[in-house]
Each structure stands twice: as structure tokens, then as C-alpha cells.
């Protein structure tokens, strides 16, 4: 699939790092179809994060997620789901390989900048999340 659902997340958007993120993503090959700006409400970082439940984080991950703007784009290249996953760098930025953008930008593994899908499927239903189908240019 062409397409996947990147989120800046709001430790990137409050520590005005959203618009080099956007520039690291263009420069690295991707073209944004679709985007907004929002804070999430609690049910829906909850429903996004649905897959977490279970884990030690996820109230703390929710909390994280529902403290500001987050800014999700739909992007285009080729092989988009596994390119944006390099392109973003391992879920702990002391982990993430140099030039990734958690490594440029993430605080910590929660405060971590970015989200990228990881799958094909999760990528369609996590755009679906965010974006009506018309808005997605085709
Ligand atoms: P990913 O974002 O690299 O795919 P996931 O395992 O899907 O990582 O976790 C979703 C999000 O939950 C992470 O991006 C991060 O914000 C947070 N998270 C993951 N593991 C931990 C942890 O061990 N402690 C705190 N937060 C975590
Ligand atoms: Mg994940």
C-alpha cells in the first residue's frame, strides 16, 4: 500500500518541532495527501490506542496523548508503512538509529514525537480515523 498515518504528537507540536518533522518526511520522499490539527478527546486517544489496553502504560500513554495538539497526516511513497517506520526510528529514541526522527526530536520512549502505523490494515483504519474519504485527494 501507498498510503500510511503518521501523528505529530504533542511534545513535538508544543516544543515547536512539527514544521522540521513535516520538512524531515517531504525530504525523505513522502507526499502529504491529508492533514489536521486537533486535541484529542480521551475516548479517542483511548479508541486509537485500543490495541494498548492491557498494557502498564496505556493510562499514562492517554494522559500523554490528550495534553495538547497532535497533528495526523495521511502520506503518500511508495512502500509507505515500512518506509515511514525507518524513516521515524525505534519506539525509544535512545534506541532509534541517527537521523531518525525520534532520534532528532523525541524527549523519552512515551514522549516520543511521532506515531507511524505498522501495518497495511492499521494504516487504512487509522487514516479512516482521522480523515473522511473526500478529503484524502486522489
Ligand atoms: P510504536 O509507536 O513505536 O509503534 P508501540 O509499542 O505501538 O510503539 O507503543 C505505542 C506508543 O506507546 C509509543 O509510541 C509510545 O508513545 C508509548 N509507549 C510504548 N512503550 C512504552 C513504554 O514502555 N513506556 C511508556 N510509553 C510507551
Ligand atoms: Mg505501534
Redesign the pocket.
Known sequence: MNHTLAII?PDATAGGAAGKIIAHLESAGFRVRALRMLTMTTAQARSF?Y??RE???FA??VA??TSGPCIPMALEAPDAVAKL?RE?G???PAAAAEGTVRRLYAE?????AI??S?SDDNARREIGFFFAGEELLR
Request: net charge positive; proline share 4%; hydrophobic share 30%.
Open positions: 504528537k490506542y490495541v494498548h498494557r502498564p502504560f499514562s500513554l500523554f496523548m517506520r521515524i525505534a519506539t525509544d523519552s520512549k512515551e514522549r516520543n506515531h507511524g505498522d
